[in-house]
């Protein structure tokens, strides 16, 4: 029932978040917005639009652009909902998270649920309707397996949870391609594999920073559970990984110089400061020191350079 709260001048949800107190309707607005973590949909639809373009070898259909991002957006959305609704145990623990939505017990378990159903439901019937059935299929796929693969087997239970989960986060790339061309080819598995090797050098340096969060919320994400030495080798490992498989795009998909020489430079870059984290884990430097983060912020910058390569590439050949 809605009410006009005087002291606030403005609508207001009476009996929310099962206390009974009244919340201003923005305030509502904001906590289902958070539940997409719209941040995160924004990296994956940077790494969508430029895929799009490197499948259309030049400017795709725009409506076609357009569908496929709100069908993408809205199957983000959903799954991003339902971890959060999974994950409100640990979020509530942990300081970084602590202010979440349902943490906080703005929004209910089950207000989350029927929304996050919502979402998912219509990105799958959206996709299907406005872009083809594979993309559908492939949107149906991610969020299904974010959610029971990712979210529910593996975060709890490996430390090598965010390596296999990061694949739902590769999806966008097949997806965007399949919506232009209405098939997969070498091309997006390629893409996807750069997304899968970029993941975990991303995170883990997330992680190494909030180390003691996952400690105390039980959740055996690699810094919480192997040393130092032992994350910054996998960092490094994965990070030669992914530059070797943004190089392979090179002759699968007969990129120009253009894309060669941002990928051989970015990779050159990222490479030291995987190895800056190696070093300083070596010589057993405190993490402020070592400044993890630096990592984790470059990688977003990293990630989205490349693909903006990927966009310019075809207008250059």
């Known amino acids: 029932m809605t009410a006009v709260d005087p002291r606030q001048d403005e609508p207001v949800e009476a009996g929310f978040g099962g206390s009974g107190s009244a919340v201003p309707l923005t305030k509502r607005f904001k906590g289902y917005l958070a539940l997409t973590k719209p ?159 970029w993941t975990p050098p991303h995170y883990w340096p997330l992680s190494l920073r909030y180390r003691d969060d996952y400690v105390a919320a039980n959740v055996p994400m690699l810094p919480a559970v192997a040393d130092q030495q032992v994350v910054a080798k996998s960092i490094v490992i994965y990070s030669y990984l992914m530059v070797a498989t943004t190089l392979i795009l090179w002759p699968v998909a007969n990129m120009s110089w253009v894309y060669v020489g941002t990928a051989s430079v970015l990779g050159g870059l990222f490479l030291y400061e995987a190895h800056r984290i190696l070093s300083a884990a070596r010589q057993e430097l405190d993490e402020t020191i070592v400044r993890p983060m630096r990592l984790f912020q470059g990688s977003i910058t990293y990630l989205t350079l490349i693909f903006v390569a990927i966009a310019i590439d075809p207008f250059v050949r």
Not at 102 to 122: K, N
Not at 149 to 176: F, H
């Open 39 to 197: 941040r995160i949909i924004e990296l994956l639809l940077v790494t969508t639009v430029p895929t799009m373009f490197l499948a259309a070898g030049g400017l795709p259909d725009v409506w076609t652009v357009i569908a496929t991002l709100i069908g993408g957006s809205l199957a983000a959305g959903g799954a991003n909902t339902f971890n959060c609704v999974i994950d409100r145990d640990i979020d509530a623990v942990m300081h970084r998270t602590a202010d979440r939505p349902l943490a906080t017990g703005l929004i209910e378990p089950a207000q989350a649920t029927i929304f996050g159903t919502v979402l998912s439901v219509a990105s799958v019937v959206w996709l299907a309707a406005t872009v083809n059935v594979l993309s559908a299929a492939l949107a149906a796929f991610a969020i299904a397996f974010y959610v029971l693969g990712y979210t529910i087997l593996l975060k709890r239970r490996t430390s090598q949870n965010i390596v296999w989960g990061g694949a739902a986060g590769c999806m966008p790339v097949l997806i965007g391609w399949s919506a232009v061309t209405g098939s997969l080819s070498w091309t997006p598995i390629v893409l996807f594999m750069v997304i899968f090797f």
